[in-house]
């Protein structure tokens, strides 16, 4: 897809449901669209019942008379096919369409992103409404792209997923050999005589634990069977509107689906940004580095965001003033083209009446919210089209990988408190703190732009990984690695010959034993040549053997004190850094510190206080933003560089302030 295609401004608006109101409201929207410059909105994303009153049935008009209002106002708009809401009739008709959840239960009607992806009987009913959609509103002046259904991701356990699984499995593995040897059925008597033996791992099914190489194929499997049920509308989609973005909103849990293969499947990734009042700043940056990396580094839209509180939070933190103009910056700093929220009026009723909307019950104009979005529509509208598209400049990578998420996060032992999300994190930060651009490395891509990869906890060895690591070091890169590398094949069948498995030569390491600490248990660690500084280490610690590698610091406490915790290897012209344990925020700061100024690795700018500093490159232009996330005042260190502000238009150079909470959007060079 050609991705100039387009709207030459950043998209701001969102989620609209205007079958929820009468005209008049929908007029005043429409006037807070204008007023705070509100230029897209994305309907009617759970509208099945209204469109298809009963099964053939009809009723669009309601919906032409929306869009005669919207392409009047000259707004742009993604249709939504209305499929992740099935009408009650559909699943009373056909009860199939119902999922059984984890528990072998068969679910009710009344929720929504809740039905079987496998059922040919939803599917029929969903390509005959999305092609009825597309039919009738492929011209229409307003439309910009198509978002099939909603945050896909529901687990169905059904019969006929049963079926498909049994199928699925023929399909990959060919016969019941490699079947039973890929999930080595021998352990405990499992071994299968008949594909019909198979069973779909539900909690019903659990002796302890289900087998997790079951588990890791039903997660694939539910994967594959959500691209498909993706593609059986998207299709008639992009056959109607060839030129136009067809795609889905991906939940920001995003652990449920193969992100990276779904997007494959897409012409672009779009995510749905609800951090936590309690997240760093960090994760939400992380997660949209993650989303750029679905397309290879090419950007992304972020589809929701909230325009204030949650509702489905234990405690629904307000956003604080000007919060919602940071999380916005940061999207589009770290790749989005636009800045899309849920939604534009709050629902009168219902289960999320009292999340944050644009418009509040209050219907007024004169609300804190109304005025952030009408500077910040502002603006957005003053920056056009110019970073637009544009992308990163980074020399760091972090290997990134859902199949070894599952496998990791499915594992009994060592710990229960294996979270691969936090891990990456753990690394990741230290180069968003210090302001250094990240890439995540998630599809098959060239590793030899990058100075330093960094791959936490690499625990699945998939087919060529070792062998591009291995490639990356020899070659002169920084590897870094951690417990938990090196252990399983794609089947979670453990590598024998100690871990970290292929990897081992490049550490100059074995891992004899890991031992799992208690949340509240940590132990110390210390650099050789420096004893007099100790720091915390948690989570898990491997007891290693060094065999080409030297070591850089060591256990202080418990039978295995002494014993190398970090270790450095050279491997061919590169070094392999191997790390054993969790060590703390503080000593991780400066190890990786250490090998970023080695290896030259530059931030994109320095600062001091709490400001986030990213780069986008756009035909050759540089564009920095800079946002303040503290209360006190910052400083940006630009040095002999030019810029020009593009939200104030000043010129800046030299060390600059930038003010509590506040953004700034720079591009090089001196306007003339
Ligand atoms: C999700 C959904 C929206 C809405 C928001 C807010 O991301 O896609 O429909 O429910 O959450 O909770
Ligand atoms: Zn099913």
Same mark, same amino acid.
């Given at each position: 897809?050609d991705?100039?295609?387009?709207?030459?401004f950043?998209?701001?608006g969102?989620?609209?449901?205007?079958?929820?109101?009468?005209?008049?409201?929908?007029?005043q929207?429409?006037?807070?669209?204008? /007023?705070?410059?509100?230029?897209?909105?994305t309907?009617?994303?759970?509208s099945?019942a209204?469109?298809?009153?009963?099964?053939? !049935?009809?009723?669009?008009?309601?919906?032409?008379? !929306?869009?005669?209002?919207?392409?009047?106002?000259?707004?742009?708009?993604?249709?939504?096919?209305?499929?992740? %809401?099935?009408?009650?009739?559909?699943?009373?008709?056909?009860?199939?369409?119902?999922p059984?959840?984890? %528990?072998?239960?068969?679910?009710?009607?009344?929720?929504?992103?809740?039905?079987?992806?496998?059922?040919?009987?939803?599917?029929e009913?969903?390509?005959? $409404?999305?092609?009825?959609?597309?039919?009738?509103?492929?011209?229409?002046?307003?439309?910009?792209?198509?978002?099939?259904?909603?945050?896909?991701?529901?687990?169905?356990?059904?019969?006929?997923?049963?079926k498909?699984?049994?199928?699925?499995?023929k399909?990959?593995?060919?016969?019941?050999?490699?079947?039973?040897?890929r999930?080595?059925?021998?352990?405990?008597? /499992?071994t299968?005589?008949?594909?019909?033996?198979?069973?779909?791992?539900?909690?019903?099914?659990?002796?302890?634990?289900?087998?997790?190489?079951?588990?890791?194929?039903?997660?694939?499997?539910?994967?594959d069977?959500?691209?498909?049920?993706y593609?059986?509308?998207?299709?008639?989609?992009?056959?109607?509107?060839p030129?136009?973005?067809?795609?889905?909103? $991906?939940?920001?849990?995003?652990?449920?689906?193969?992100q990276?293969?779904?997007?494959?499947?897409?012409?672009?990734?779009?995510?749905?940004?609800?951090?936590?009042?309690?997240?760093?700043?960090s994760?939400?940056?992380?997660k949209?580095?993650?989303m750029? %990396?679905l397309?290879?580094?090419?950007?992304?839209?972020?589809?929701?965001?909230?325009?204030?509180?949650?509702?489905?939070?234990?405690?629904? /933190?307000l956003k604080?003033?000007?919060?919602?103009?940071?999380?916005?910056?940061?999207?589009?700093?770290?790749?989005?083209? &636009?800045?899309?929220?849920?939604?534009?009026?709050?629902?009168?009723a219902?289960?999320?009446?009292?999340?944050?909307?644009?418009?509040?019950?209050?219907?007024?104009?004169?609300?804190?919210?109304?005025?952030?979005?009408?500077?910040?529509?502002?603006?957005?509208?003053?920056?056009?089209?110019?970073f $637009?598209?544009? /992308?990163?400049?980074?020399?760091?990578?972090?290997?990134?990988?859902?199949?070894?998420?599952?496998?990791?996060?499915?594992?009994?032992?060592?710990?229960?408190?294996?979270?691969?999300?936090r891990?990456?994190?753990?690394?990741?930060?230290?180069?968003?703190?210090?302001?250094? &651009?990240?890439?995540?490395?998630?599809?098959?891509?060239?590793?030899?732009?990058?100075?330093?990869?960094?791959?936490?906890?690499l625990?699945?060895?998939?087919?060529?990984?070792?062998?591009?690591?291995?490639?990356?070091?020899?070659?002169?890169?920084?590897?870094?690695?951690?417990?938990?590398?090196?252990?399983?094949?794609e089947n979670?069948?453990?590598?024998?010959?100690a871990?970290?498995?292929?990897?081992?030569?490049?550490?100059g390491?074995?891992?004899?034993?890991?031992?799992?600490?208690y949340?509240?248990?940590?132990?110390?660690?210390?650099?050789?040549?420096?004893?007099s500084?100790?720091?915390?280490?948690?989570?898990?610690?491997?007891?290693?053997?060094?065999? &080409?590698?030297?070591?850089?610091?060591?256990?202080?406490?418990?039978?295995?004190?002494g014993?190398?915790?970090?270790?450095?290897?050279s491997?061919?012209?590169?070094k392999?850094?191997?790390? %054993?344990?969790a060590?703390?925020?503080?000593?991780?700061d400066?190890?990786?510190?250490?090998?970023?100024?080695?290896?030259?690795v530059?931030?994109?700018?320095?600062?001091s206080?709490?400001?986030?500093?990213?780069?986008?490159?756009k035909?050759?232009?540089?564009?920095?933003?800079? !946002?303040?996330?503290?209360?006190e005042?910052?400083? !940006?260190y630009?040095?002999?560089?030019?810029?020009?502000?593009?939200?104030?238009?000043?010129?800046?150079?030299?060390t600059?302030?930038?003010?509590?909470?506040?953004?700034?959007?720079?591009?090089?060079?001196?306007?003339?």
């Open positions: 897809m991705r100039k295609l387009s709207r030459p950043i998209l701001f969102g989620d609209y449901n205007p079958d929820q109101w009468d005209d008049e409201t929908i007029d929207d429409i006037e807070v669209f204008k /007023k705070t410059k509100i230029n897209t909105v309907l009617p994303v759970f099945w209204k469109l298809e009153p009963s099964e053939g !049935i009809y009723n669009f008009e309601w919906l032409d008379h !929306i869009l005669d209002k919207l392409d009047e106002a000259g707004l742009s708009y993604f249709l939504a096919t209305p499929t992740s %809401a099935q009408p009650a009739w559909l699943s009373r008709k056909y009860p199939e369409v119902l059984v959840d984890i %528990a072998g239960r068969k679910r009710t009607h009344g929720m929504r992103v809740f039905f079987c992806v496998n059922s040919d009987k939803f599917r009913r969903a390509a005959i $409404i999305a092609g009825k959609m597309a039919e009738r509103y492929k011209d229409r002046p307003g439309l910009i792209g198509w978002h099939v259904a909603n945050e896909y991701g529901t687990y169905c356990y059904c019969e006929n997923c049963q498909k699984f049994r199928s699925w499995l399909e990959r593995y060919k016969t019941l050999d490699e079947l039973n040897l999930w080595h059925t021998c352990f405990w008597g /499992k299968l005589y008949d594909f019909e033996e198979v069973v779909v791992p539900t909690e019903l099914n659990d002796d302890y634990r289900f087998n997790p190489a079951v588990q890791l194929d039903y997660m694939r499997f539910i994967t069977s959500t691209i498909e049920c593609e059986n509308e998207a299709k008639i989609l992009k056959a109607a509107t030129t136009l973005p067809v795609f889905t909103n $991906i939940s920001g849990y995003i652990k449920k689906l193969d990276s293969k779904m997007v494959s499947h897409m012409d672009t990734a779009g995510w749905d940004n609800y951090p936590w009042p309690t997240d760093e700043r994760f939400p940056a992380m949209h580095d993650i750029r %990396a397309k290879g580094g090419e950007s992304y839209y972020v589809m929701e965001q909230s325009p204030n509180q949650q509702n489905w939070q234990p405690y629904n /933190k604080k003033p000007g919060e919602v103009r940071r999380l916005a910056y940061q999207g589009l700093a770290h790749g989005s083209d &636009s800045s899309l929220y849920f939604q534009m009026r709050q629902s009168v219902g289960q999320e009446k009292f999340h944050g909307a644009v418009i509040s019950h209050s219907g007024r104009t004169d609300t804190r919210i109304i005025r952030e979005f009408t500077e910040l529509g502002g603006e957005l509208e003053k920056l056009g089209d110019q $637009i598209c544009g /992308k990163a400049d980074s020399r760091i990578g972090i290997v990134f990988d859902w199949n070894n998420w599952w496998a990791l996060e499915l594992c009994s032992g060592p710990s229960k408190d294996m979270d691969y999300l891990e990456v994190h753990r690394y990741y930060k230290h180069f968003y703190y210090n302001n250094y &651009s990240v890439d995540f490395l998630i599809q098959d891509v060239d590793y030899s732009k990058y100075k330093v990869i960094v791959a936490p906890m625990y699945m060895m998939k087919e060529g990984i070792a062998e591009k690591l291995r490639e990356f070091t020899r070659n002169g890169g920084i590897l870094i690695g951690t417990y938990m590398t090196g252990y399983a094949d979670d069948r453990c590598i024998y010959g871990y970290p498995g292929p990897l081992k030569d490049v550490f390491i074995w891992v004899e034993e890991t031992d799992a600490l949340q509240d248990e940590y132990n110390q660690i210390h650099e050789i040549d420096d004893d500084c100790s720091y915390k280490c948690s989570f898990l610690c491997d007891l290693i053997h060094t065999e &080409s590698a030297n070591t850089l610091a060591v256990y202080e406490r418990d039978f295995y004190a014993l190398p915790a970090v270790t450095v290897n491997f061919g012209n590169g392999a850094y191997y790390i %054993a344990t060590p703390d925020y503080e000593y991780l400066k190890l990786i510190n250490r090998i970023l100024v080695d290896e030259k530059e931030p994109v700018m320095k600062s206080g709490e400001i986030e500093i990213v780069k986008r490159i035909d050759g232009d540089e564009y920095i933003f800079a !946002i303040n996330h503290g209360n005042r910052g400083i !940006i630009i040095g002999d560089n030019h810029y020009k502000n593009l939200l104030t238009e000043d010129q800046v150079t030299g600059i302030d930038i003010s509590a909470g506040d953004v700034m959007v720079m591009k090089k060079g001196i306007d003339k």
